[in-house]
């Protein structure tokens, strides 16, 4: 009985795409959105939460692999992007009595100077666009 409801699951699963590092954030997400439904009592939140269990679910028994992949590509580099931010952000504010941080007014990527070097010409490492900074 079981081996059987196991063999069916399979077969129904098969050439369908299945849980990726998206559908699972989706479901956590679905599931905080629940609990803030009971927890404030406002009824939208748990529309959003089932809303979000049955996008996963959709991607879930997808058959269009190809697409539900390159959407889960995209969530993982913003993500990835968020966490990298984050921490340059921290390592920022750890070091900031050392280092002077600025942007590079061209490309707009983060520069930083030892502090009290004075005036000294920078070269952006990224788009080596030189200009003139004191710190
Ligand atoms: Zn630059």
Redesign the pocket.
Known sequence: MWQNMKNGFRRFMQGRYGGDQLSRAQLIAGLVCYLLALISRVTLFSYIGLALYFWALFRMFSRNVEKRGEENRKYLALTGNAKTSFRQAKVRAQNSKQYKYFR??????Y?KLPRGVGEVTVT??????QFRKKA
Request: aromatic share 0%.
């Open positions: 590079c007014p061209k490309c707009h990527s520069l952006c490492g990224k788009c080596k666009n």
